[in-house]
């Protein structure tokens, strides 16, 4: 990847870290220097589920993240699942423009530590911990508040050599919370990515790609959902800016393979 910002390789030309937001937890893969697992590029509004880590959804019937008026100035409400959903819960400072304003963030204190990095011989080992990214209370529908249930996230991830990828997930929750992870691509008209989902298997591949996978050993039963996404709602112009019919007119946007599991509760993991 780094030879191909160098080269000014288009698919690179905006990779930037300083702008994905809230991301805790994420990370970026590209195996043999091939497209996989990217970034967000510039999003805008920052939302977590534009990243490769974990959004959570309530027991309780929650209220949206975005206020309808909000909604009306980001996007046409009809087609708002274009830019984010609005029945999960993602991290501290998220469906803002930046972070959202400062204050709740400086008072909630979030932690997310690295906890280990070991190289030995050609193996990698990377974990961390970022439960605290994700708030504590969520705005019931119909007025009040609940606890999210969230307690600790704890990512492992150990590269072995031919570019396998092992990734261990702790969750511990209080309740019954619904659990999203996701995995994302970038795609742009000149380099088209599409996943595809068959039983415990996602696959990314493109055109001239041979395409890799994301495979799910444990716990079994998880739904995974495929689709696409705008990386920011600023991407789409003229008579797309309200409402994406043409895909192909937009420069960059955001596949997914989304592993849900709905009935999470107590301590789980995931690899």
Do not use: C
Not at 61 to 83: D, H, S, T
Not at 228 to 234: Q, T, V
């Amino acid at each position: 990847v780094w030879r191909m910002m160098l080269g000014g390789d288009a698919r690179v030309a905006a990779t930037n870290v300083s702008h994905s937001h809230p991301d805790a937890g994420s990370f970026t893969f590209y195996p043999k220097g091939q497209d996989f697992l990217a970034g967000p590029l510039y999003p805008k509004p920052k939302r977590t589920a534009l990243s490769n880590t974990y959004t959570f959804t309530p027991s309780f019937a929650m209220a949206p993240p975005v206020p309808e008026a909000g909604i009306a100035r980001l996007w046409e409400p009809k087609q708002i699942r274009q830019i984010g959903r609005l029945d999960e819960i993602g991290q501290l400072g998220e469906w803002s423009q930046w972070m959202g304003p400062i204050k709740p963030l400086v008072k909630a204190a979030p932690n997310a530590d690295i906890v280990a990095a070991v190289k030995a011989g050609d193996a990698i080992f990377v974990s961390g911990e970022f439960g605290d990214a994700y708030p504590k209370q969520v705005k019931k529908r119909g007025g009040g508040s609940g606890p999210l249930g969230v307690q600790r996230v704890y990512r492992s991830a150990l590269l072995l050599p031919e570019d396998l990828l092992v990734v261990v997930d702790h969750l511990e929750t209080r309740g019954q919370v619904g659990t999203h992870a996701y995995f994302r691509g970038i795609s742009s008209p000149n380099h088209p990515m599409e996943w595809k989902a068959s039983g415990n298997v996602a696959r990314l591949s493109g055109s001239g790609s041979r395409g890799h996978e994301v495979e799910l050993y444990y716990p079994k039963g998880l739904k995974i959902e495929t689709g696409r996404e705008l990386m920011s709602y600023e991407d789409a112009k003229g008579d797309n800016r309200r409402s994406v019919k043409n895909w192909n007119e937009i420069a960059h946007s955001s596949v997914y393979a989304r592993f849900t599991n709905p009935e999470q509760s107590g301590a789980q993991d995931y690899v």
